[in-house]
């Protein structure tokens, strides 16, 4: 990989990209991008594919656009202060809602199934949504794998209610296990100890394999990869490096703090011998290693420095009922008009048939790689529309 400039770094300053953002929430939402059903609702078949041959495999859920962390990456502080505008709980979906936007995607392909946030704890009653969608079943009888990504920081009096609803597994976001640093990240002062309990909560009830997901930042916290590798090994927890991304507009996003995962698993290396593994499945976003004595195992995910839009096989549907084909994308295809009554816009929910067609049409219609495209950006052809926010759809 090129080294990187602070030339390259200039179009992300951090003050240029959170101002237009501070002032209001932020918009993802576009009614000229709002899904239109299909005349014709006879049921697709049942996996569809986008343009590039792509399946449609797993759905990520956004239940909250809320979080009680402020991490620079993904909420800081100066975009999502006190002043800043939350959505009304009248305008998420209800658990009704997504349970049957969920059981659509499933008719479709979808086998897997992520709850996200925001921080997915923090809706009220999660446990119940998980036990709605505990309940839906694939054509041929199975249920959908059922995991959650959260910050751990309630998750240990959560875990156990979360298993019993029918949760499969948890994934921990976890950055550094020095105190100091992690504070500093999470940037509203909240001890790593609390997070860890949480860990070792899930793992105990039975919510696993647990993994912990730590976004790297050169000169951050890098200096945390090895004793995460030391505090994992022997647990049967697995930890999966993440490259800093240039997800949403607010978080002052530089070429510079990238630290590629190539030079993440060298480091290691170094230290511990490792070897590759296999993919559990097709398009799956980590490269897995192990190490040789097989202690632990390491995913490292490579959006910036060796994308993977080519096997990308998730949807992703925010709080309030926007579907987004990418993590990177600039808008979202309106599904709550699809799923809601409006008598003020003389407008009734649509038939399970025309919202599996609606959905198959759009995904059909799918060409993002926003990823692959990234190197665009040096010839000054890069796209100038607004990112939505990681916070609003997930990771």
């Given at each position: 990989m ?6 390259m770094?200039?179009n ?8 237009p ?7 993802i ?6 899904s ?13 594919v986008?343009?590039?041959g792509?399946?449609?495999?797993d759905?990520?859920?956004s239940v909250t656009d ?5 991490c620079t990456?993904c909420?800081?502080k100066?975009?999502f202060?006190?002043?800043?505008a939350?959505?009304a709980?009248?305008?998420?979906l209800s ?6 936007a ?5 008719d479709?392909?979808v086998?897997k199934i ?5 921080e997915?704890l923090l ?5 119940r ?7 839906l079943r694939t054509p041929d009888?199975h249920?959908?794998e059922?995991t959650?990504?959260?910050n ?9 209610t ?6 499969d597994r948890?994934?921990?976001s ?30 105990a009830v ?5 993994k912990?997901n730590?976004v790297v930042?050169?000169?951050t916290?890098?200096a945390?990869?090895l004793?995460m590798?030391?505090?994992?090994r022997?647990?049967?927890?697995v930890l ?12 002052g ?5 990238v630290?590629?995962s190539?030079?993440?698993?060298d480091?290691?290396?170094?230290h511990h011998?490792?070897?590759p593994?296999?993919a559990?499945r097709?398009?799956e976003?980590a490269q897995?290693w192990a190490?040789d004595?097989?202690?632990v195992e ?5 959006s910036v420095?060796r994308?993977f839009c080519?096997t990308?096989?998730?949807?992703r549907?925010?709080?309030?009922g926007k579907l ?18 409006s008598p003020?816009?003389?407008r ?6 025309q919202?599996?067609?609606a959905?198959?049409?759009?995904w059909s219609?799918r060409v993002d790689?926003y990823?692959?495209?990234r ?7 890069w796209?100038?529309?607004r990112k939505?926010?990681m916070?609003y759809?997930?990771g």
């Amino acid at each position: 990989m090129d080294t990187p400039t602070d030339a390259m770094c200039e179009n992300t300053d951090r003050a240029e990209a959170i101002h237009p953002v501070a002032r209001r929430t932020i918009p993802i939402a576009d009614c000229r991008h709002a899904s239109v059903v299909p005349k014709q609702a006879s049921k697709p078949a049942r996996l569809v594919v986008d343009r590039m041959g792509r399946p449609l495999q797993d759905l990520r859920i956004s239940v909250t656009d809320r979080c009680n962390f402020r991490c620079t990456y993904c909420m800081p502080k100066e975009v999502f202060g006190k002043e800043h505008a939350f959505l009304a709980h009248r305008d998420l979906l209800s658990f009704k809602e997504i349970t049957r936007a969920a059981r659509a995607f499933i008719d479709l392909g979808v086998r897997k199934i992520r709850l996200t946030g925001g921080e997915p704890l923090l809706r009220k009653s999660l446990e119940r949504l998980v036990a709605m969608l505990h309940t839906l079943r694939t054509p041929d009888g199975h249920p959908p794998e059922l995991t959650m990504t959260t910050n751990g920081s309630i998750l240990a009096r959560k875990a156990q209610t979360l298993k019993d609803a029918g949760l499969d597994r948890v994934t921990v976001s976890l950055d550094a296990l020095d105190d100091a640093v992690f504070r500093r990240m999470n940037d509203v002062d909240f001890p790593v100890a609390e997070v860890l309990r949480g860990i070792e909560t899930a793992q105990a009830v039975g919510l696993g394999p647990v993994k912990v997901n730590m976004v790297v930042k050169r000169g951050t916290n890098d200096a945390q990869i090895l004793p995460m590798v030391e505090r994992f090994r022997g647990t049967g927890i697995v930890l999966r490096c993440i490259e800093y991304m240039d997800a949403g507009n607010s978080n002052g996003w530089c070429m510079n703090e990238v630290l590629p995962s190539q030079e993440v698993v060298d480091r290691i290396h170094r230290h511990h011998p490792l070897h590759p593994l296999e993919a559990h499945r097709p398009g799956e976003t980590a490269q897995r290693w192990a190490f040789d004595d097989g202690s632990v195992e390491i995913g490292v995910l490579s959006s910036v420095s060796r994308a993977f839009c080519g096997t990308c096989s998730r949807a992703r549907l925010s709080m309030e009922g926007k579907l987004y084909l990418c993590l990177f994308a600039s808008h979202g295809h309106d599904l709550r008009a699809l799923l809601r009554d409006s008598p003020q816009a003389g407008r009734d929910p649509v038939s399970d048939a025309q919202l599996r067609a609606a959905l198959a049409q759009l995904w059909s219609r799918r060409v993002d790689r926003y990823s692959e495209l990234r190197a665009v950006q040096a010839s000054g052809a890069w796209p100038s529309e607004r990112k939505v926010e990681m916070s609003y759809i997930g990771g």
